[in-house]
C-alpha cells in the first residue's frame, strides 16, 4: 500500500516559520507531482503551492514569498518551509502526491495526507 503522511504542523505566534514535511511510503514506481493544500475551517480545500518532478513550482498568491515548497526525490519527502506565519495562515495542512505504485495493472492516482493542523497565534 502506498501512502503519503505530513508532520510538522504544531502552535506557533505570528512571524514564526515552522517546516511541514510529507513523506511517501510504500511500494512506490514514481511520483509525478506534489502539492500543499490547505483547509480553513468553513472553506473549500485550497492549493497552497505545487512542485512538479522537473522542480516546477506554484504558489498561491496569499503566501508567494513567505512559503517555499522543496522535494527531496531520494528521501520521497516534500517540505513546506513556511514563513512570516499570520493568523489567517492557521488551517489544517494537506499533503498531495500524484503516484504510480508499483505493480500490475496500476494506474497513475492521487493520495492525500490526514492532515496536520497550523495553528498561528497573535
Known amino acids: 500500500q502506498v501512502r503519503v503522511m505530513e508532520s510538522g504542523g504544531d502552535f506557533v505566534q505570528a512571524g514564526g516559520s515552522p517546516r511541514l514535511s510529507c513523506a511517501a511510503s510504500?511500494?512506490?514506481?514514481?511520483?509525478?507531482?506534489w502539492g500543499w493544500y490547505r483547509q480553513l475551517p468553513g472553506s473549500q480545500r485550497d492549493l497552497v503551492a505545487t512542485?512538479?518532478?522537473?522542480?516546477?513550482?506554484n504558489y498561491a498568491d496569499s503566501v508567494k514569498g513567505r512559503f517555499t515548497i522543496s522535494k527531496d526525490d531520494a528521501k520521497r519527502t516534500l517540505y513546506l518551509q513556511m514563513n512570516s506565519l499570520k493568523p489567517e495562515d492557521s488551517a489544517v495542512y494537506f499533503c498531495?502526491?500524484?503516484?504510480?505504485?508499483?505493480?500490475?495493472?496500476?494506474?497513475?492516482?492521487?493520495?492525500w495526507g490526514q492532515g496536520t493542523q497550523v495553528t498561528v497565534s497573535s
Open positions: 498531495y502526491a500524484r503516484m504510480l505504485p508499483r505493480g500490475m495493472g496500476m494506474m497513475m492516482d492521487d493520495y
Open positions: 510504500g511500494n512506490i514506481f514514481e511520483i509525478r507531482d
Open positions: 512542485i512538479t518532478r522537473s522542480g516546477g513550482t
